[in-house]
């Protein structure tokens, strides 16, 4: 090594070359420099107008810099606070939504689509841009991060920086852990709410959704739970019958659901009673209710069935409201609900009438469609007792139906439907390699012979004949030798004998 370059070659990190030999830092050598912090600078620009952006200070270590193994600045080179905190217009886009429209522009894989935010991921992905293409079944990471001053997750304060999704508090500071209180106030103590809270325990016998509680618009720490596991479900809709939990018979998977300006939590497991839970406030009144099952388990054959009935263990409700809104928000007390009482009919076959009262009811038919009906009261639901109440004590926008169509089972089938097999086509070609076609039909022939055709739907508990509809087929081998003009005209073949 060159002399006047002695001293300046670092062999390992606690050691320099010197007169050609490895020897310590302070050996002879340029003593240790630790750095020091610049100043801060001026604050960034934020990086939202509105709704809660994101702004730094940052310095450098190079005041003066680490030389000769001294050691790097200790503490962080950036602070964040949190900026333009008020809420945006109403009308104005979600943020993350923003970013994933500026893709709606830029070619995706040769093609030009629209996007929208994608939330399903995993809680590690959730500072990540994930979008999905409206109208098509997928869905794709378009930055590696979002902009910074994104929430984490909706509903939550919490917000992603650098791609890290960093806590807020309901105060708006970074790494805060305040929190809202029952009814919605910041740091509070619950000393400014009113707690309403019931039990639904009537019983029922018939398969249908019974309104549990009513809550009206604006509600917070919503909480319902079943006091014991069983074999009913919660569901929830609006005053327009628009489900948004467990509708039409489907019950939904538990998970997180989006919908009245809040996120329900619904936990269901098989050895915890279900439960649902959100902090609201809702935008929208809403009818809690509890679904009934009549389960069927089939035995040695199809005609053995054995019916097991849900039964109801009790359903505790809660959910506040602020008493600064008290006189705003017009809440009734709980106390009265629709139940059915379902009739057996009176005849077996034909017309009937229901003449006393008989759990469960019975479907007008033995088979296909059929009209089951039942009779509809006002009741009492701070007894587990059924008590009858006038109607004008309950709400007639939440009466159930008192009647509704029923399928007990498949009639029988009949004998004539068969699946008919079409003759083969001509081959597809008139000479050389050829495929050629058939088809399979629903259909019965009528009593003088005639075959009449149906939708293959009608067939479906048919058993299909294990046929090929296609085949190859060859009428011979095409001429070997076309004589063609060199320009466009007509051209001949062999002569046939």
């Known amino acids: 090594v060159p002399l006047t370059l002695m001293g300046y070659f670092l062999a390992f ?22 750095g020091h912090w610049s100043a801060w600078s001026e604050w960034s620009q934020c990086t939202r107008t509105c709704g809660g952006g994101v702004t730094y200070q940052e ?39 923003q970013q994933c429209a500026e893709y709606n522009s830029k070619p995706f894989r040769g093609w030009y689509y629209k996007w929208k935010p994608y939330t399903k991921v995993e809680e590690e992905d959730r500072c990540k ?8 079944d997928f869905f794709f990471a378009m930055s590696s991060k979002v902009k910074d001053g994104t929430l984490c997750s909706p509903n939550k304060y919490d917000v992603c920086i650098d791609g890290i999704c960093e806590q807020v508090g309901c ?44 809550i009206p618009a604006g509600a917070r720490s919503i909480h319902l739970q079943e006091m014991q596991i069983s074999t009913s479900y919660l569901a929830v809709r609006n005053l327009s019958k628009k489900y948004y939990l467990t509708g039409d018979w489907t019950i939904d998977w538990p998970g997180k659901f989006p ?26 009144t809403l009818v809690f209710e509890v679904s009934f099952l009549l389960f069927i388990l089939p035995l040695m054959s199809i005609t053995e069935l054995i019916l097991l009935q849900g039964r109801n263990p009790g359903i505790a409700w809660e959910y506040t409201f602020s008493k600064m809104n008290e006189n705003k928000t017009s809440v009734k007390k709980h106390s009265h609900s629709w139940v059915t009482v379902q009739s057996e009919c009176s005849a077996t076959c034909g017309g009937g009438s229901s003449n006393e009262y008989f759990f469960p009811s019975q479907c007008s038919k033995t088979c296909g469609r059929g009209v089951k009906k039942r009779d509809v009261y006002c009741t009492s639901t701070s007894s587990p007792k059924l008590k009858i109440l006038p109607e004008s004590m309950c709400s007639q926008d939440h009466k159930p139906e008192s009647q509704q169509t029923c399928v007990l089972g498949r009639c029988p089938k009949n004998d004539r439907l ?13 000479c050389g390699p050829a495929v050629r076609k058939r088809e399979l039909k629903c259909g019965e022939k ?17 058993k299909k004949p294990n046929i090929d509809l296609e085949e190859a087929c060859n009428n011979g081998p095409c001429p070997s030798q076309t004589l063609y003009n060199m320009v466009s005209g007509w051209y001949s073949s062999p002569w046939q004998q």
């Open 13 to 34: 990190f606690w050691q320099w070359c010197r007169r050609g030999q490895c020897v310590k830092y302070g050996d002879h050598g340029p003593k240790p420099v630790n």
């Open 59 to 97: 310095r450098h270590c190079n005041n003066p810099k680490p030389q000769y193994g001294g050691k790097f600045c200790q503490g962080s080179s950036r602070i964040y606070e949190l900026c333009n905190n008020q809420p945006c217009p109403a009308s104005s886009l979600d943020f993350r939504a």
């Open 129 to 136: 841009l994930y979008c999905t293409a409206e109208d098509f």
């Open 171 to 214: 105060d708006h500071g970074l790494g805060s852990k305040a929190v809202l209180d029952a009814c919605g106030v910041c740091k509070g103590d619950n000393s400014t709410c009113k707690f309403f809270k019931g039990q639904y325990l009537i019983q029922h016998k018939a398969n249908d959704y019974y309104a549990v509680v009513t």
């Open 259 to 284: 919908f009245a300006g809040t996120v329900f939590d619904y936990q269901r497991s098989f050895n915890h009673p279900e439960s649902l839970y959100a902090a609201g406030p809702t935008n929208e």
């Open 418 to 430: 068969q699946w008919v097999i079409a003759s083969w086509s001509e081959c597809s070609a008139s």
């Open 446 to 462: 009528s009593i003088h012979g005639k075959l009449i055709t149906f939708p293959q739907r009608r067939c479906r508990n048919i």
